[in-house]
């Protein structure tokens, strides 16, 4: 899996090309430790251009998920393929993940609201 | 039907090489684009079953698939070299929302058409999927 990091100003954005399974979900969890250590903990994950995701990558984006509300941060997803969008749907993970139809979408929600 | 099987180290940097070896006989075979997913997703998550659970990913032991390609059905087998894989099947209960393993399995049932678990003589766990054809491209 090719993971390609934009680091924007309130919100790291990852864009995921390839197969999110065993191998590359234990990947995926390391790039993601190293923004952790750098305390970026508002991410969004863009998945336009996954092809593939089992089980195992389903697993790699809840550990993510899980370590990024311990810290307080928020995790966003964009731009799932319909096949993807229905492995989702079948895991009950749709209703778990924050997901938005495009990037731009998932980016406003990161937006700091101005009090008024 | 034509079977061809393929025997795999317990090693997960191995699923890419799988995973372009089925591609590419369902590819010889025509398959269409969307019954090919479901054949790649539900083999997938037998193999990883075997290769964790089965195996404990211990490279020695070995993981066979074994694909039956015909004009109306395709039949996946997944066997691993593991002990006790079927019981740990059965006792396997629902995933919680925030579990992070424990969805391949309910993946393989809602994918396949049919799936099946059985022990083999040595103890390892054989699974099952097939697909029909015909049914897969008229939905």
Redesign the interface.
Known sequence: MDIIIKDESNVCILNLRGRLDLASGTALKEEVNKLFAQDKVSIHFNLMEVEFINSSGLGALVSIMKEIRLRKGRLTLSNLASYVKEIFEITQLSHIFEIFETETEALNSHQPTLAG | MKKRCFTYQSD??L??RF?DDIVGLLDEHDVEE?LK?RV??TV??AF?NA??HGNNSDPTRKITICLSINRNQISADITDQGTNGLRSIMKKSAPG????????V??MY?YAARTRFEETSQGGLRVILEFDRESQEVS
């Open positions: 997960p940097n699923e890419e995973m969307s997913r790649c997703l997938s998550e990883t290769l964790r929302p925030l579990s992070e393993s424990g969805r391949g309910d993946l809602h």
